[in-house]
């Protein structure tokens, strides 16, 4: 009776229509299949076979662990030649070629450290401009660490959070003026990159303004906003960044006094700003005192105006504090060489926020830009942010500088740094000019009276200043060099009787110099 049923007629002309429906679509995809028929990403069906790879294993990876712990139980002494020979086998190092043999350096004490032979040098230069609370690191540092990796060494940094972080946030607000709210990273040129992101972010616009004497950092963000020839070798980088002159560019015066060079370069600042459409420009970024381009305080009014101008068309203000911050340049932070003293709205850090015990950086923010990222994704995200081991070397290395005056002692240092560089310049017809900011320092050489460099913008060594750089090497000096001119950037803890130390063998170590001098 059910077989005769509407119910059971309509459900077998669907199940009819059903098979019908799944033939013809057999039929359809034998037939493409029988033509090879072109696909819908270009290539064609059967696929050509693929050749077998070259760069493969002969055999399977068998570790023997025993033989393995046994070969680097580290406890076999190298000789320097065979701490050369696999270094050079087995690393690169940063920015020059790598095959060169390193300074091997065993120990630290103070401002100074020793080599594998036993040799010591004074260290003029903080290791990169880093190492603050010198080469002996601070036992409340060495404790804290040791306690934060006891207690927990890692944390998921997108929800989790230890105690450090905010007695690390809380302790940077009462010492970075002006700014509410931090995100630590892994480093300088990490910082500065997600400086770059929130300003975009925050603003809305796609425009950075950067300045040509500068260094932000070795990523590929941060190279676009640097104007120094680092940049080159990778061009073109990370598009709408426009680049504008310094108030002291190598070549080009903006004017004969103080006074007329930030009045002019202001003037000029402006121009840019319009020409891009300021509407169209997130952030102005600038290394409050210029580093590695220069050592270049502020002149008087500069970084004043610049906020001006920033105020006025509504662009973040982000001052690079990756070198001159906590206590370079004898204030705390570099915006601080400012009156009345200036608040940017964003300002990167690094280096000395532990005196590199270990790799940390930083973003602070105002109030107005983070209480955007409160509510708003901030879409930068890195395994190691706010690290707690590392902040707890940050936490512990901010207190003891404080404790132990570091501010205060490269504010009183700085006059005694200038005294020998009128020394030696006095004395040295080779040296043009020098300058220190706190103990953030360098000297400029010259190879006629007239101010020529040794070494052009960008060029290989004069063979006196590859002279120079190895008569310090050998009496005992740590420096870096740039072109025709060196560093004075020693730790924040040095001494009077250490800082002319380190005088004494720069002026026995000139002579190579002014023996190529022109007259």
Known sequence: EYMGTLEYRTATAMLARRTATLASASAFAGARRSKSIVNGVGRKYPLPKLPAPKSVLPKEPVYDVDALLAKHSGKNKLSPAELNKILQDSTLVTWGHSRI????????????????????????????????????????????VTKQLKEISYVYPCN????????????????????????FTCGGAEANEAALRMAKMFTKRSKIVARARSYHGGSVGTMALTGDPRRWPTEPSVGNVIRVLDPEPYHFS??????????????????????????????????????????????????????????????????????????????????????????????????????????????AATARVSEYFMDNPINIGTTYNAHPVVLASAYASLKWMLKNRLVENAAAMQHVVTAHMEALAAKHPCVRSARSLGLFGMIDLQRDASGTPFVEYASADHPAIAAFKKKLRDNGLFTLHRWSSFFVNPPLIINKAQIAEGFDIIDRSLDVVDKAFEG
């Open 101 to 144: 043999e390193s300074l091997q350096i065993a120990r630290g004490d103070g401002v100074y450290f020793y080599d594998t032979t036993g040799k010591k040098y004074i260290d003029f230069n903080s290791g990169a401009m880093c190492a603050n609370n010198g080469h002996t690191t601070p036992p409340e540092v060495v404790e804290a």
């Open 160 to 183: 989790s959070a230890v105690e450090v972080k905010a007695r690390t946030a809380a302790l940077l607000q009462d010492i970075v003026p002006g700014m509410q709210r931090f995100f």
């Open 254 to 363: 903006f004017g004969a006094t103080e006074a007329e060079i930030v009045a002019n370069n202001l003037v000029y600042l402006e121009e840019v700003f319009k020409t891009e459409g300021p509407q169209n420009i997130a952030a102005f970024f600038l290394e409050s005192v210029t580093g590695t381009n220069g050592i270049l305080a502020p002149p008087k009014g500069y970084l004043e105006g610049v906020r001006a101008l920033c105020d006025k068309y509504g662009i973040l203000m982000v001052c690079d504090e990756v070198m001159a911050g906590f206590g370079r340049t004898g204030k705390m932070f570099g915006f601080m060489h400012s009156s009345p003293t200036i608040v940017p709205d964003i300002v990167t850090m690094a280096k000395g926020i532990n005196g590199a015990a270990l790799p940390l950086g930083c973003v």
